[in-house]
């Protein structure tokens, strides 16, 4: 996973969900989890989209079909590189 803790952001809750180890934010919606050893993140249209072209990649359902705005985490930003991101991810409200 990447160097940072989403767990120690404020509020945030850990639950095994779907067979991945989800993050919920305050308000009790999912905004990452991990599968496969992989993060994804829910982001917005523009950021979902930064992060596809920085070698991001969607989360599929099956097969050819992505799954909303979820997104794997490429490993450059799971170095520690995330920093370099616009806002560091954090939980939605």
């Known amino acids: 996973m990447n160097s940072f803790s989403l767990a120690s952001l404020p509020g945030v ?5 779907f067979g991945a180890r989800c993050f919920l934010a305050p308000n009790g919606r999912m905004f990452a989890f991990v599968a496969d050893d ?8 523009d950021e979902y989209d930064r992060l596809l072209a920085i070698g991001g990649e969607p989360f599929m359902l099956r097969p050819g079909v992505p799954f909303g705005r979820w997104a794997s985490v490429p490993p450059a930003l799971e170095r520690g590189r995330w920093r370099a991101w616009p806002r560091p991810p954090t939980a939605p409200s």
């Open 13 to 17: 809750m850990v639950r095994p969900m």
């Open 38 to 45: 992989r993060l994804f993140l829910r982001l917005p249209g």
